[in-house]
C-alpha cells in the first residue's frame, strides 16, 4: 500500500535503521552529541536563531507557543481544522482571542489583519498556519508578517509550519515561531515537535510560562544539547538519518525543487482529466481536489489500485481528498497515484481512461524548468 495521506508520511527504510539501535540513555555524551547534530541541522533548515525539540505531537508545539508567546490578547486565523485549533487552545489556556474566519479555501487578508490589529492595540500575538492542512491552502504568511511588524513589531508571529517546513523555502524574517512536527515532511513517525525562534521570541518567553511545555526551562537545557524531561530519544537520531537522506538527494533546496514539481505536475494533471483543485491558492505540500465522488475515489484508490490518500473533515468530508506531496518521494509513485485516479474515473463511469493523467504529468514534471 502506497502511504499517500498529508501525514503522516512513509517512513524511508535507513530511517527505520537508524530507530532500530539499542535505546541510549538521554543523559550521556552519546546521545548529547545525536542531540547536536540534530539541533544543528533544525536551525540550519530554519534559518532561524534558536531550535527547539519537544515530546510531544505538534499540537502541542503550538499550544507551547501561544502560552509562552501570547499574554494580553491572540488573534488566531481559522480557515480550517488547524487554525480552529489555535482558537480552541487559546480559549482552554483563557487567553482573550480574536478571530478571523474564512472558507478552508481562501487566504487571510492582509487588510482584514491589519483592521484587526487597529481595533484591538492589546493584541500581541497572531497565530497562522503557512498551510492550512484541512484545504491544502497556503495563507501568504510571510506578507502577513511583514505588515504586522509594521504595525507593531512587539506582536509575536507564531507560525504553524508543519505542513510547509521542509516542503518549501520559508522567509523567516518576521517570523518568531516555526512549529514543525516529525510525520509530515520531515518522513518520521509522529512524537516530536520542533519551534523555530527568533531572538525577539527569547526575549519575550523570558522566564517562560507553564512546567512541561516551559519554553525558557527548554531553551536553556538544549543550549547545551540536553532537554528538560526525557528527550525523544529515537525520533531524534532518525531525524538525523532523515536529513542525511536528504543530503544523499541533493540538500534541502533540491527538495524543495523537486516537492514543487511534483505538486505541479500532479495538479496539472488532475486538471486534465477535469478535477477542480480546491483552494484558490494550493500549498506545495499536497494536492487537493474538490469532487462530489470523493469517497468513492478513494475508496477505489485504496482497494483496487494499493494507495492510501486522505479524505476531508467536518463540511467537507466526502467533499474533497488530497494526495500528499511532502518528503523525499520518487516521481514514479506520483505518476502511479494520477494514474490510479484517472483509472478511478473510468470505473465511476465519468471518463474513459486514456492515460491523460500519467502522461501530462510526466511531460510537466520531466520537462519543465520550474
Ligand atoms: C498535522 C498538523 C498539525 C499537528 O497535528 P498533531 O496531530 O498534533 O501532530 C498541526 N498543524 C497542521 C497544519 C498540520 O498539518
Not at 146 to 167: C, F, H, L, Q, Y
Not at 265 to 285: K, N, Q
Request: hydrophobic residues 45%; proline residues 4%; contains cysteine.
Amino acid at each position: 500500500m502506497l502511504l499517500f495521506t498529508p501525514g503522516p508520511t512513509p517512513v524511508l527504510e535507513s530511517v527505520r535503521q537508524a530507530m532500530a539501535t539499542v535505546t541510549l540513555h538521554h543523559r550521556t555524551p552519546e546521545f548529547e552529541a545525536i542531540f547536536e547534530k540534530a539541533r544543528e541541522n533544525l536551525i540550519s533548515m530554519m534559518g532561524m536563531e534558536e531550535c527547539i525539540m519537544l515530546a510531544s505531537s505538534g499540537t502541542g508545539a503550538m499550544q507551547a507557543c501561544m502560552i509562552n508567546l501570547a499574554n494580553s490578547k491572540v488573534l488566531t486565523i481559522n480557515s480550517g481544522k488547524f487554525g480552529e485549533r489555535f482558537g480552541k487552545i487559546a480559549d482552554a489556556m483563557c487567553i482573550p482571542k480574536v478571530e478571523l474566519k474564512y472558507e478552508w479555501n481562501t487566504p487571510a487578508s492582509i487588510a482584514d489583519v491589519e483592521a484587526t490589529l487597529m481595533a484591538n492595540p492589546d493584541i500581541d500575538a497572531i497565530c497562522i498556519q503557512i498551510c492550512e492542512s484541512a484545504g491544502g491552502l497556503r495563507h501568504p504568511v510571510e506578507e502577513i508578517a511583514a505588515r504586522v511588524k509594521e504595525i507593531n513589531p512587539s506582536i509575536m508571529v507564531i507560525a504553524d509550519g508543519i505542513t510547509a517546513v521542509a516542503v518549501e523555502p520559508i522567509d523567516v524574517s518576521n517570523i518568531d515561531a516555526l512549529v514543525t512536527g516529525s510525520q509530515k515532511a520531515l518522513m518520521l513517525p509522529p512524537g516530536l515537535a520542533m519551534i523555530g525562534l527568533s531572538s525577539h521570541a527569547i526575549e519575550k518567553i523570558g522566564n517562560g510560562k507553564d512546567y512541561y511545555f516551559n519554553l525558557a526551562t527548554e531553551i536553556k537545557n538544549q543550549k547545551k544539547n540536553t532537554t528538560a524531561w526525557t528527550a525523544a530519544t529515537t525520533l531524534i537520531a532518525g531525524l538525523n538519518a532523515m536529513f542525511d537522506e536528504i543530503e544523499k538527494e541533493g540538500g534541502l533546496d533540491a527538495l524543495y525543487e523537486n516537492t514543487k514539481k511534483r505538486a505541479n505536475a500532479t495538479s496539472v494533471a488532475l486538471r486534465a482529466i477535469g478535477l477542480e483543485i480546491y483552494p484558490t491558492t494550493p500549498a506545495m505540500s499536497m494536492s487537493t481536489v474538490y469532487d462530489d465522488e470523493s469517497e468513492a475515489i478513494r475508496k477505489l484508490l485504496k482497494n483496487e489500485y494499493g494507495v492510501n490518500i486522505a479524505g476531508g473533515q467536518d463540511h467537507l468530508k466526502g467533499k474533497i481528498f488530497r494526495i500528499n506531496q511532502m518528503g523525499l518521494i520518487p516521481a514514479y509513485e506520483s505518476v502511479w497515484v494520477v494514474n490510479a485516479v484517472e483509472l478511478a474515473l473510468d470505473k465511476l463511469g465519468r471518463r474513459a481512461f486514456d492515460g491523460t493523467a500519467s502522461k501530462v504529468f510526466s511531460e510537466v514534471y520531466f520537462k519543465s524548468e520550474i
